[in-house]
């Protein structure tokens, strides 16, 4: 049974610092790696998937990685900014009868980007 | 605007009564998901369904009904079995492509309360 999980639960940077988000599973069959962000009270936008034959994908300030092998994905975010504040969460990918595509979440990273 | 909507925000549930969450996704895809997150726990899958007319259990499944009778809508009953139901309820849907995990799009939840 895949399990994932994210360290630290809380973080607080200042403005412009560059930050690294971790999530480790215990399952390396893992099908795709997908990290989302999560604004209080609110559903979860989605910010980068990564197939499990890729390993990284980049979108504007944001990064993440996977490596299989040690079961670790990591989520870069550069020069923060007080919008970035949410919590991340990272959810590891496996296949499904039929062809579905069932996420296991991982507990999040509170981050709070300080003026 | 193409989208997942989730009505109620919030609800209330009388002891003994069953309510319905609705979820509603004008996106074309073909598979849907419903989660329950609590404090500290993340996301857990309650159902998903793949297809219309079709559906599977997720991880906590028990005291949980759906039904999946047109594309576009994948509502979730709570019924009075399920004994600890206050929670954040989100849905989710994804183009399914048997070939390739599809990012998963979230609505904007549901949180439900036990009066």
């Known amino acids: 049974k895949q399990e994932v999980t994210q360290i630290p639960a809380a973080l607080s940077v200042p403005e412009g610092e560059n930050l690294v988000l971790n999530c480790s599973f215990t399952?390396?069959?893992?099908?795709?790696l997908q990290w989302f962000r999560q604004d209080p009270g609110k559903g979860l936008t989605s910010l980068l998937l990564i197939q499990s034959s890729q390993r990284e994908q980049t979108s504007g300030r944001l990064n993440a990685s996977l490596d299989k092998s040690s079961g670790r994905s990591t989520l870069y975010i550069a020069a923060s900014q007080p919008g970035d504040s949410a919590t991340y969460l990272c959810a590891g990918g496996g296949r499904v009868t039929g062809g579905g595509n069932k996420l296991t979440f991982g507990t999040g990273t509170q981050l709070k980007v300080e003026l | 605007d193409g989208g997942i909507t989730q009505s109620p925000k919030y609800l209330f549930r009388k002891e003994g009564q069953n309510v319905t969450l609705s979820c509603e996704q004008n996106l074309n895809h073909d598979a849907m998901y419903w989660y329950r997150q609590d404090p500290g726990q993340g996301l857990r899958l309650i159902y998903y369904?793949?297809?219309?007319?079709?559906?599977q259990k997720g991880d906590i499944a028990e005291g949980y009904s759906v039904s999946r009778e047109k594309k576009e809508s994948f509502p979730l009953t709570v019924t009075s079995a399920q004994k600890n139901p206050t929670a954040f309820y989100l849905c989710?849907?994804?183009?399914?492509?048997?070939?390739?995990?599809?990012?998963?799009?979230f609505g904007p939840g549901t949180r439900l309360l036990v009066l």
């Open positions: 369904s793949q297809i219309v007319n079709d559906f």
């Open positions: 399952d390396s069959a893992i099908y795709n």
């Open positions: 989710a849907s994804s183009m399914d492509r048997r070939w390739g995990g599809e990012t998963q799009y």
